[in-house]
T-cell receptor, first 110, second 115 residues
Framework: SQQGEEDPQALSIQEGENATMNCSYKTSINNLQWYRQNSGRGLVHLIL?????REKHSGRLRVTLDTSKKSSSLLITASRAADTASYFC??????????FGAGTQVVVTP | AAGVIQSPRHLIKEKRETATLKCYPI?????VYWYQQGPGQDPQFLISFYEKMQSDKGSIPDRFSAQQFSDYHSELNMSSLELGDSALYFC??????????????FGPGTRLTVT
């Protein structure tokens, strides 16, 4: 299995609901980043959280990091149809090695 | 702000042909990374360059080669193309100076279709 595994693999919610997805990793990391990708499009950087941070907010996004459990969560509050996308976590270790997780596909229905 | 530029954005090639993808990093970024993303898959790291030298290698086939030039742009050369090479190819750049974050900035990708 690979670094940066995510669950759930797919998530279907209605507009206004919150979406939570998790990412687990195996090695020590320098930071963890979350990306969004609309179908067949480029990767959009959402947020970066460093290994010495526990929580970070950006607009409707909230990211937590638990280095003892080697896991992170991304919460999207008050979701909108435009949030429909795949969300990837990616880790960077102390050597700068960067690795993506498998991604969570989120579908927000109006 | 300037972003990572990739060209071409779309490319259609036939089996056994050769393709060259180009990546222009954000100014003052000295590190370039290449990723391949197949349909419905997560991006897979191919190769990276720092200061024109290969810094890391991932799952890059022997048929592929890449280099970084003196102006820091990078080219990914793909030969003897196979149908399975059809994918979205991303380039990302970062700066290593004072690197405590290694935040990578991604380009829009090149969609390669091999027929």
């Amino acid at each position: 299995s690979q670094q940066g595994e995510e669950d759930p693999q797919a998530l279907s919610i209605q507009e206004g609901e919150n979406a939570t997805m998790n990412c687990s990793y195996k090695t020590s990391i320098n930071n963890l980043q979350w990306y969004r990708q609309n179908s067949g499009r480029g990767l959009v950087h959402l947020i970066l959280i460093r290994s010495n941070e526990r929580e970070k907010h950006s607009g409707r996004l909230r990211v937590t990091l638990d280095t003892s459990k080697k896991s992170s969560s991304l919460l999207i509050t008050a979701s909108r149809a435009a949030d429909t996308a795949s969300y990837f976590c990616a880790t960077t270790d102390s050597w700068g090695k960067f690795q993506f997780g498998a991604g969570t596909q989120v579908v927000v229905t109006p | 702000a300037a972003g990572v530029i990739q060209s071409p954005r779309h490319l259609i090639k036939e089996k056994r042909e050769t393709a060259t993808l180009k990546c222009y990093p954000i100014p003052r970024h000295d590190t370039v990374y290449w990723y391949q993303q197949g349909p419905g898959q997560d991006p897979q790291f191919l190769i990276s360059f720092y200061e024109k030298m290969q810094s890391d290698k991932g799952s890059i086939p022997d048929r592929f080669s890449a280099q970084q030039f003196s102006d820091y742009h990078s080219e990914l050369n793909m030969s003897s193309l196979e149908l399975g090479d059809s994918a979205l190819y991303f380039c990302a750049s970062s700066t290593s100076w004072g690197a405590s974050t290694y935040e990578q900035y991604f380009g829009p990708g090149t969609r390669l279709t091999v027929t």
